[in-house]
């Protein structure tokens, strides 16, 4: 089978719109809150426009909302009510959303690369380190939230512990969780203590397919037989640019790694995703957590409805509920509004952008920006909103001589047949998200040797198992990133991207809000590729992505396709980098964790809201540190282990 990815899914959707199994018409009765009490399923619709009152209220039906308010519903005595802007994935956006080749669709940088239906189409603030450019930054405005707008990327993140295995390879330092645990005085963060609910959240299929030029180890031992039920698997394709690409890194020096589940990322390896592989459907915090709860009288659903304000009450600000409205796919028509009262807590699981917001509008965060929007001041917490963390990316592209999605643009032969493969079979090239393989690395001594002394000594911050970069090869074209769907040129030749993600970042970002009402969007203000060690290890990133590409001269064809070689100064390469640069979507810590001393602290190690009672956050904001990877799979370890603390008896 000749490889496709993404790029080419344009033309497939509009010879093929439906050509999964997935059927719109199951998840029609779905698209309307209030139409009914009971759903068909393990769960209910909550009666908009009416006030009612549950144990908890979950505001986001995200990848940690969905996840923690299903475990709550585990009880059958406890109530929990979760509320969603947006609607039913599988409905609304249909094979763009659940076809895993299909997610490169509207994650561009372009104002017009946006889905109303399934993205909140947020833009950020002008980025001085972007070329002054405003970038659209994807967010998931559905049930699953970005669990079902990602990459669906699943790994966990860095640490050396004893326990775990491979420990022999590791240099014996400190690693990424346990920066987490001792910022936060809190050893429960450790990876080895987070462990089991990073383990308890998976269901796992090991590698099914055969690789003729490469093998796929794995260590199932980082995975729990009776975990679940987020499913992590494998593509059912192999990728020959990816194989291409993997042989490369090793001759790089990257080393060969048995995954990266098991605590290491330093090195290469076939990468699991978050894809059901009976279906080969896009495995999001809904299809999984929500459509797998037993909870048809005590887990209510308030999808297509926008959470307007968290009530407090009292001088130790008690979160009593929340304020909520019926919204359609414009959050500026709404409803009238009514309230969900909260009996035990209000957990706030909105993202890294819409957690400080709300909390912002409700009273809680800095005084300035508050009283500047005529907000009340319940609490003056200057960190609600800042120290914004987030990993960026650009690549390198060649003409390459092995064929990929480039030239089947050309060839609608191709899509046919991977459309037949998928539905007939749950294999082929759409199964895979993008490319099975990634590598990880910090810059080789050689090529960090021109560094300043300033950035030496604030990369040494890092603890020495934390990669720097990380590359993702891609078989297509990736440009400028204003439409990852469009990049490549058409005239049936093939095109590869080695993707560098600079994951050693130290630009902090910060997140406000335009007004004092929910139905505006924030301002996000990354701050991208503005720490001068940023821009430094940038451009160490980019030359070493042109050495990777030397060791696959075998099968380029011609010279560098973009940036091109007429980009060699430095200041030429920060130039193509800066309007290049895309983000990661891993948006973090904008309502940090941290000890009670902590002047910049939002929440404690339980994630309640200082300040405050009866309200945790759970998501990414939350974190205290933005692990190096790709933070899902910590987003719903956190979810289970707060859940696991709630229930108990944890206050």
Known sequence: MRSLNAAVCSQLLLCCTWASAVSAASFHDRRQTGTSETSGAGYAFGKSGVDASFDYVVIGGGTGGLAIATRLAENPSISVAVIEAGGFYEADDGNISVVPAYDIFYAGTGANTTNPLVDWGFLTQPQAGCN???????????????????????????SCIESIAFTNRCRPTVGAMQRWSDDVSDSSYT???????????????????????????????????????????????DDPFGTWAQKALQAAGEVAIAGFQIGRLIGSAYLAFTVNPVNGHRSSSEASFLQSAKSPTNLFIYNNTLAQRIIFNGPQNTAQGVTVSSVGTDVQESGPIYTLNAKHEVILSAGGFQSP???????????????????????????????????????????????TSSSALNHPELEAEAVQEY?????????????????????????????STATQQALSTFPADWPEIEFIPIGTVLGYAADFAAGDPVNGNNYATMSTVLIAALSRGNVSISSSKMTDPPLINPNWMTHPADQELAIAAFKRSREVWKFMSNITVG??????????????????????LSPVWHAASTCKMGRPNDPMAVVDTQT??????????????????????????????LAEKIASEI???ST
Do not use: C
Request: cysteine-free.
């Open 423 to 451: 539905n007939e079979n749950a294999t082929g090239p759409l199964t895979n998200p993008i490319v099975p393989v990634l590598g990880w690395e910090k810059i080789p001594q050689a090529d960090r040797a021109g560094f």
């Open 357 to 403: 917001q709300l909390l912002m509008v409700s009273g809680i965060g800095p005084r300035e920006t508050l009283e500047s929007h005529g907000i009340t001041v319940l609490k003056d917490l200057p960190g609600v909103g800042q120290n914004m963390q987030d990993h960026v990316f650009w690549g390198t592209s060649f003409q390459v001589d092995v064929t």
């Open 132 to 158: 002054n450019r405003k970038l659209h930054y994807a967010r998931g405005k559905t049930l699953g939230g970005s669990s079902a707008r990602n990459f669906m990327f699943y790994q966990r993140q860095v």
């Open 559 to 580: 010279e560098e396709y973009l940036p091109g070689p007429k980009v060699q100064s430095d200041a030429d390469i920060l130039n193509f980098i800066r309007q290049a």
């Open 191 to 237: 990876f080895a203590n987070l462990l089991p609910f990073y383990k308890k959240s998976v269901h796992y299929t090991p590698p099914s397919i055969a690789y003729p030029n490469s093998s796929n180890v794995q260590d199932s031992s980082a995975f729990d037989p009776s975990g679940g039920p987020l499913q992590v698997s494998f593509g059912k394709y």
């Open 608 to 637: 309640r809201v200082y300040g405050t009672k009866r309200l945790r956050v759970v998501d990414a904001s939350a974190f205290a540190v933005l692990p190096p990877g790709h933070p899902q799979s910590t987003v719903y370890a």
């Open 647 to 649: 229930k108990a008896g």
